[in-house]
């Protein structure tokens, strides 16, 4: 397995301990769900405003989405290396244009609250993507699908791993001696 190491060397002794985890694509199918409601994955889409004007009619598009494969085995690493390392787990994740989707906060906020409750984590919305770089402190993690994302994380001083599967996440984050 070829997993990319993708973060910025912050200054250890200055370092958050806080672990952002994105929701959709990393913890949550939203390629999958996409495809059960539309046909077609979101990224087959000739643009993201076209994705979102097709999902429009799914009110409850988040309510019930599934989680990835591997999203329990991620979980699970993740909080082992928090309490191992002193870290907090959050979530960090971003919503569409409420015009598309009203309902996306609440929604994940519920489906957090139903598969991850008993963790207690911290829910924090970007709102956009394009925004969860203001939530970057140095030496903070961000565990993410989006390269832009993570771009901007090491920008701001945070460690950004680019998630593609939980084993790359897991052995990056365990292999990373600098985050302990």
Not at 65 to 92: H, R, S, T
Not at 143 to 155: C, G, L, P, V
Request: proline share 3%; charged share 25%; with cysteine.
């Amino acid at each position: 397995m070829n997993c990319l190491i993708n973060f910025h060397q912050g200054e250890k002794n200055k370092m958050s301990r806080i672990i952002h985890l994105d929701l959709d694509g990393v913890l949550f199918d939203m390629n999958k769900r996409v495809k059960d409601l539309v046909g077609k994955y979101f990224t087959e889409f000739e643009t993201r405003r076209e994705a979102w004007d097709a999902l429009r009619p799914y009110v409850n598009m988040f309510k019930d989405i599934d989680l990835m494969p591997d999203a329990l085995q991620l979980v699970d690493g993740v909080e082992k290396f928090a309490k191992e390392n002193n870290y907090k787990v959050e979530v960090l994740t971003a919503i569409p244009l409420l015009a598309h989707m009203p309902l996306a906060e609440q929604q994940k906020r519920e489906s957090v609250e139903f598969h991850f409750g008993h963790l207690g984590w911290n829910f924090k919305i970007g709102p956009h993507a394009k925004d969860k770089q203001n939530h970057c402190t140095v030496g903070s993690i961000l565990i993410d699908d989006s390269k832009m994302n993570i771009e901007q994380w090491n920008a701001k001083g945070g460690f950004g791993i680019y998630h593609t599967s939980a084993i790359c996440t897991l052995e990056i984050l365990n292999g990373t001696t600098s985050l302990k």
